[in-house]
């Protein structure tokens, strides 16, 4: 029977052999390798800080909202007060418009 420090050590092994072997670590995607590439790189990294902006409140409020309104929290009632609000409007369809906007130019 092999003992559990041996298993740990043999697939640690295993992993380091499997990596330095097909030479993974310095190559690829992230490390462009001429200028073309860079800019693409350049990019895709603006690229995606932009779209950290979009997807950062999207992950921290809908777990708050969730909470907020769940069926165990009877002080507080989901009661919408239908009406319309040009600075509502404006604060869901700018941002988003600007966005898609900003990217396309940048992006083409």
Known sequence: MIAKGTCRRLAASLTCLALSSCDA???????????????????FLIVCLILVFVIAP???LTPLIAWHYRLANTRTAYRPQWGFSWSLEGLI????????????V???
Request: no cysteine.
């Open 106 to 108: 940048l992006l083409w």
């Open 58 to 60: 999207v992950l921290i």
């Open 25 to 43: 670590i310095g190559h690829g995607f992230l490390f462009p390798g001429g200028p073309i590439a860079n800019a693409e790189h350049h990019y």
């Open 93 to 104: 369809w700018i941002p988003p418009t600007a966005i898609v906007v900003g990217l396309a």
